[in-house]
């Protein structure tokens, strides 16, 4: 299934690339300590305090724009909005339009239903007009509640059929590999999504094809649409079964801008040091990370909120 996906559904993907030819783990803690001059944030964009103001913002249009469409993923997309604000802001190379797939990093959002987040950022990158964002899920709208590459060739993948869009970002990553290409490709992933088969397919195929221009990052936020993923279908120990199929595994505090900003780096320079391994960085999160009534509660997975909550909701995110 792994290998049609790959090299058949996603033959135009390769085809394009290659056309121009929480928290407390010890283990990170160790990581921290053996790579003290690496954890500190990398150099390429704008400083943790920055991008965390940024991400206020973000989370403000996140709020608006799922209270406007009534309906929609609060708390996945605000679990990932650091790790997303971090990768896109101060992290990678390039942007989706407007140059060679070859010439640019690539983003795919394999957990689909926290496009509001995406959204967002497109908005602030000027991809998209703000105003745009208040037609999140209408009928005819390019804004549909999972990305779709149809309407909207700047979003790399169409997803939200969780565990798909990481066979999506390892086909890139091989043909920008075989196009001789230094992009690299990121791809973001939620807990409760890789409990799906296709994941583990490509957990197993993306080592094997040396795909160290692949990173994943797990939006480890602990709960999924019917409750906390260790009650659904318990991934642990998940550092040990990624690094037994062959992974580079980080793990970080996913709302910490330094320690984002850290792994993103120590990604890039595992790789610059000729390690041939992909990369996965586990990234402890809150689920509706920002709105104390949304964190860490189920029924907010996919739930909009009414007007007051909305105001509510915003003043807390920006009281910080
Ligand atoms: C193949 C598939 N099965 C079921 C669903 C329905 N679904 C949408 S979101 C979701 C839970 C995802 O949990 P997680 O990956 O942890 O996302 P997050 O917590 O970041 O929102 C499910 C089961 C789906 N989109 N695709
Ligand atoms: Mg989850």
Not at 274 to 293: E, H, L, M, R, Y
Not at 298 to 306: D, L, Q, S, V, Y
């Amino acid at each position: 299934m792994l290998g049609l996906a790959t090299f058949a559904t996603l033959n135009p993907i390769i085809a394009e690339c290659t056309k121009n030819s929480p928290q407390k783990n010890p283990l990170f803690q160790s990581t921290v300590w053996l790579f003290p001059q690496i954890w500190c944030y990398g150099s390429r964009g704008m400083k943790p305090t920055e991008l965390q103001a940024l991400a206020t913002e973000l989370r403000v249009s996140i709020i608006d724009m799922i209270t406007e469409a009534k309906s929609g993923h609060p708390g996945g997309s605000l679990s990932a909005i650091d790790l997303m604000t971090a990768l896109w802001f101060a992290e990678m190379k390039g942007v989706p339009a407007g140059k060679p797939a070859t010439d640019r990093d690539h983003f795919v959002l394999s957990k689909g239903h926290a496009v509001p987040a995406l959204y967002a950022i497109l908005a602030e990158k000027g991809y998209i007009a703000k105003d745009e964002l208040k037609t999140l899920r209408r009928t005819g709208s390019r804004l549909q509640g999972h990305p779709d590459r149809v309407r909207m060739p700047i979003v790399e993948a169409s997803t939200g059929s969780l565990g798909q869009g990481l066979s999506v970002a390892q086909g890139m990553a091989m043909g920008l590999k075989l196009s001789g290409s230094k992009s690299r490709v990121f791809c973001l992933v939620g807990d409760g999504e890789i409990q799906e088969g296709q994941i583990w397919e490509a957990a197993l195929s993306a080592p094997k094809f040396g795909l160290s221009n692949l990173c994943v990052i797990l939006d480890n936020n602990g709960g999924q649409i019917d409750g906390p993923t260790d009650e659904v279908m318990s991934l642990k120990p998940i550092p040990e079964k990624w690094r037994a199929f062959n992974w580079e595994v980080l793990e970080i505090n996913g709302h910490d801008f330094t320690q984002i900003l850290g792994a993103y780096q120590r990604a890039r320079e595992l790789e610059a040091q000729g390690s041939k391994k992909p990369v996965f960085i586990i990234a402890n999160t809150v689920k509706g990370k920002g709105v104390s009534f949304m964190e860490n509660k189920i029924e907010w997975h996919g739930a909009a909120p009414k007007a007051d909550d909305a105001k509510r909701a915003i003043e807390e995110v920006r009281r910080g």
